[in-house]
């Protein structure tokens, strides 16, 4: 059949760039939204829009039966989960298809399988993909996962089998702290998704994490899109992700790629996917297949020139993938996430409202933004805010070019990851290309964060002191001013002042 | 007017500003004259500053009127402004003893658990509590030394932000 009409089951960024691909197909788009996301850009982006109430995740995105009720209601022919909320859950899947309609994602087998970490371990371990040492079952307590990790020896993962996203994950140095970690990890595993059974895993020294993009189709063609580098991350989140990566030659690209179709034919897989490996000293070990679109697709859009958005949409239709095998990066693509947090305080979310909003341009920029002015950043959601993305012919023009945007970009209202992004960047480490996933966290340590790189041959320290004390001349003059003859100004003032002091 | 100006990394500068006719003013940093265009470009907070001829795009954020972030070319800088006046009736007010300090949520949250009690001796930085919000689970951690004297929160509780959490009292004298 052919979609003239999808759902997309998910706000913000993502959802504006499944419109976008939609857009681009003649495909229509069903916008669902919270109370507060009345005004976001996804709602405005689509044809129609239909409230769902509420605030938190389990009041609005995460309601499947209204949400596929509302399908049925619009007319769409599909729902795109796009990622997070119900994007790996099998029973919404087949719920869709069950009200006859397409899900635009993978199958609830091959969620299932892929979702569980232990039952993915032993499905790749079957098909010959390398995997990690580690537990064969759940460990049943903080004693048991000690005992395998002392066996193990340290340092050990202790990961949630249900687990992703960060969540639910403790690397562990010594005995004394498994018991701790084990707890804290399941219990985040538990309320993050309903299941706190835990694994210790072989902790691999200076791993790189390096993933694989997959598009399978129902016909059991499933074709790979080289590598992202995403080892530039804290806490699992990532930061700056980039494609190709720079340890990764045509040999090693052919045999990870290899590796992965293998691990999607292994669960019969449909779709878009990422098969993420841990790569350390040349060899590769699977880590985790994610069975949705990842955030920092846009990377492997812009190096092979796909959109795997619309590749997507188009598999769940029936077509083939076939014709798009055997492509070859080229050029170099930077994404950089742009969150709401305060890479100063431990990276916590900021919150607030959106002001002084300007977005760099030029050659070589894509912005995916979920953002506009005024908009508030609220608890409910996730932190990020947009992804820039920096295309080049080569990794220096690209890193230049990403540069130059975050010079160019300013984000008010709240504190953001960018000026870390800015100097990562600029770090000798990701010059060379020589980092692993522990690079952002010692970098931090270091407190390096505040030298300057590449070249600033002005003292802005001292140029920010200046323009503070004509601000404030200024400012004071305004005050004095506007008290009297712009009664409306003073309102906008106050109204900041008091979003300011909200978000702190 | 002249503005004492604090980094956040400890820099201080001592800065003049002399409004002459026609909008323009007149600069000096730390005794050094430079020549100085500054115009307001949006009424929000970007300015276009030109220095001794050298062109700065620059974002001003107020948490107040003496706390400032300036924002020049993605590089952010948090500097304290106070004026000749303010900074005259700092002085007058002098350092304190060690303070008692009041932990507050940095953020609306459910607490999921807490780490300390009533009586805990703790050091700086240490955790007290898990917030979750953003779907992430945080530390929350306090800023001093102290004595917990009172716990103002349970598990389960849900926090706006900037509520107190606890109650810490310096810490004993050793």
Known sequence: ?504 | MKYFLESKSGRTFEVEVNELADEAMSVTIDGREISADFIDVDRRGQYAAVLDWCSFAASIEEADEQHLTVNIAGESFEMTAYDERERAAQSVAGQGAPKAELIKASMPGLIISLSTEVGAVLQAGESVAVLEAMKMQNEVCCQNDGVVVEVLVAVGDNVEANQPLMRLAPPPES
Not at chain 1, 51 to 56: E, H, I, Q, S
Not at chain 1, 160 to 180: D, F, L, N, P, Q
Not at chain 1, 301 to 323: T, W
Not at chain 1, 360 to 385: F, Q
């Open chain 1, 1 to 504: 059949m052919t979609i003239k009409k999808i759902l997309i089951a998910n706000r913000g960024e993502i959802a504006v760039r499944i419109q976008r691909s939609c857009r681009d197909l003649g495909i229509e788009t069903v916008a669902i939204y919270s109370e507060a996301d009345r005004n976001a850009l996804h709602v405005r982006y689509a044809n129609q829009a239909y409230p769902l109430g509420g605030n938190t995740p389990a009041e609005s995105y995460l309601r499947s039966d209204l949400i596929i009720q509302i399908a049925k209601q619009s007319g769409a022919d599909a729902i795109h989960p796009g990622f997070g909320f119900l994007s790996e859950n099998g029973q919404f899947a087949d719920d869709v298809k069950a009200a006859g309609l397409l899900f635009i994602g993978p199958t609830a087998a091959a969620m299932a399988i892929m979702g569980d970490k232990l039952a993915s371990r032993a499905a790749m371990i079957e098909a010959g993909v390398p995997v990690v040492p580690g537990s064969i079952d759940a460990v049943v307590d903080a004693d048991e996962a000690r005992s395998q990790a002392d066996e193990m020896g340290y340092p050990v993962m202790l990961k949630a089998s249900a687990g992703g996203g960060g969540k639910g994950i403790r690397v562990v140095h010594t005995a004394g702290e498994v018991e701790a970690a084990f707890n804290t990890a399941s219990g985040e595993a538990q309320s993050a998704f309903g299941d706190g059974r835990m694994y210790v895993e072989k902790f691999v020294v200076k791993p790189r994490h390096i993933e694989i993009q997959v598009l399978a189709d129902r016909h059991g063609n499933v074709v790979h899109f080289g590598e992202r580098e995403c080892s530039i991350q804290r806490r699992h989140q990532k930061l700056i992700e980039e494609a190709p990566s720079p340890v990764i030659d045509e040999a090693s690209r052919e045999a990870m790629g290899k590796a992965a179709v293998e691990a999607a034919t292994a669960v019969n897989y449909e779709s878009a996917g990422t098969v993420e490996f841990l790569w350390s000293e040349g060899k590769f070990y699977f880590l985790e297949m994610n069975t949705r679109i990842q955030v920092e697709h846009g990377i492997t859009e812009e190096v092979y020139s796909v959109d795997l958005i619309a590749e997507m949409i188009k598999i769940a239709q029936g077509d083939k993938v076939d014709h798009l095998s055997g492509r070859h990066p080229r050029g170099h693509a930077i994404e950089v996430r742009l969150n709401a947090e305060d890479p100063e305080n431990n990276f916590m979310p900021s919150l607030g409202v959106i002001d002084n909003l300007r977005w760099p341009g030029g050659p070589g920029v894509r912005i995916d933004s979920g953002i506009y002015p005024l908009m508030e950043v609220t608890p409910y959601y996730d932190s990020m805010l947009a992804k820039l993305i920096a295309y080049g012919c080569d990794r220096e023009q690209a890193r230049r070019r990403m540069l130059r945007m975050l010079q160019e970009l300013h984000v008010g209202g709240v504190k953001t990851s960018a000026g870390i992004a800015l100097n990562v960047l600029q770090s000798a480490e990701f010059i060379e290309g020589d980092y692993d996933t522990g690079f952002l966290e010692r970098y931090m340590e270091e407190e390096r964060h505040h030298a300057i790189g590449d070249e600033a041959p002005d003292d802005l320290e001292e140029i920010a002191a200046i323009v503070a004390a004509m601000h404030r001349q200024r400012a004071g003059k305004r005050r004095t001013v506007s008290s009297t003859t712009n009664s409306a100004n003073s309102w906008v003032t106050a109204a900041r002042r008091e979003q300011h002091t909200r978000g702190h």
